[in-house]
């Protein structure tokens, strides 16, 4: 597969930096020595694996087809509206996140509800651009790459 | 919401009858009195769920823009082949089954496995049609009604 | 089965009107009408799920086994000591949650992260009691009743 | 952590060797080239993961204890009885099969419904040994170094 996925989140208007940046403060008390250069390698590591970029493409695709006011029937002005009870923006996002354990769940919920740093710029700018699958996307891969961090340390207290 | 779950289906070739019938197969070693008619009641049963409505429209939609070949990138070669490593189908099925717990996984992968009934049939008519999230679907609703079935009898042996 | 689950959990130190009291907590924003009582309610039908019923009681199993010291090798320690990289927990607890999709998951990371009301005490009384399992097990079961407020009230917006 | 997973496992009937015979059978019709040996070193492989070890080791312990009778009130007679409602050894186990994404989880169902291999003979030998987890675990194990395999070949058609 050769899709770019770093590209795929520039052209939604996230940088990986971003995402490291949402990484470091999830981790920084637990990590003493982090950096966010070294969150940025995870937020890398994390978009290797080949689910992850999977789910990636898959929701970003819903977002810009209901941009584009392709999507059939009700679920167009579901996803348009990030409708609350939908729930399957959290499936797909949650699935980046189990990838690293279950220790995750924590810190996707958290970002989830907090919308820190560019979560919360993707919540606010709902008017020009259908964010509704790529904020959590964005917290999934954070979450991701803060378990992995976690996990790769493996000293306490980690993340949890 | 006012979406027509039952048509839904049945416009991509599949009827509640026919998802009885798998939950049929599935549950009668376990339920003496169990008739076919007991199983329709769970199927709809299962359908009347919001989260599980969402979770059918959004995996038509996507089978239905790949027939159309209108998903962005890489993503419309995925979907339109059915490509092996794409979990994303079975990720928005297995939501379905899991909110009747978890006794359903076994189910769920065992009809994505063998494909029986109306899912062989689907897997068989890709030619015609995109059905890569919508076999998937099927084993999803089949799955959560036999739990749904197991949980009421509650009684030994049960599905598991 | 005959388990009394509201008296296992209070015996642990947990009355099911501090569970009400959490959900209210997440919920009130959401829906202005909401009182303590109908989170009550919300609380004791999730308690009702037989699901819902095996996960409490494996969870607070485990930390009853840890306290007498009865675990089997290294998992003693990693119990005991609410191991940080040990997720089992979160596994059972976030499967209450799931029994009412998705859509609870951000409510759960939030209340594991957060340690809002008798998560708090919970979490400060590790020294008398072993509540490794248990604080998270109260976030799912608080997560759980949220959802189904939700998914019953409709309207938005909603909890999410 | 010192724990010798291997060894717990051997203690409790069950070989890697046997496991990985379980993955061949499960692979070999996609992958042409696999052997025994590449399977071996799959499962070598999940087992190094931490989440992975803390589930086996969790669900063990949980058998053990039933077969020493010290489980607390009605989980006892459930775990030691292997009640077909009780749902807790598929979260553990299902949570080994999900840090290889969602590909795993039709194998994962599969192998609990058929009982191949030691899988089998485990189910078969309940009368000497409470094998509640331990069966969904290997299944686990199984399905997991299964997608590891998939993941890795990265060739179709591949495991689904």
Known sequence: MTTNIAGLLK???????EIAEIVFLLQKTYSPNLTVDLCLEAV???LKKREVQYAIMTG???DVL???KLLPGDLQQIVESDEPLYGMDE???FG???MYGTIGITS???LDKQKIGVIGKLNANKQNQVNTFLDDIIAGIAAAASARIAHQMARKPAAK
Chains 1, 2, 3, 4 share one sequence.
């Open 96 to 98: 980046i996140t189990n």
């Open 11 to 17: 052209s939604r208007g996230v940088s990986l930096q």
């Open 108 to 110: 996707f919920g958290y």
């Open 66 to 68: 209901a941009e584009k």
């Open 44 to 46: 890398e590591g994390v």
């Open 91 to 93: 499936v797909l996002a």
């Open 60 to 62: 970003i695709a819903l």
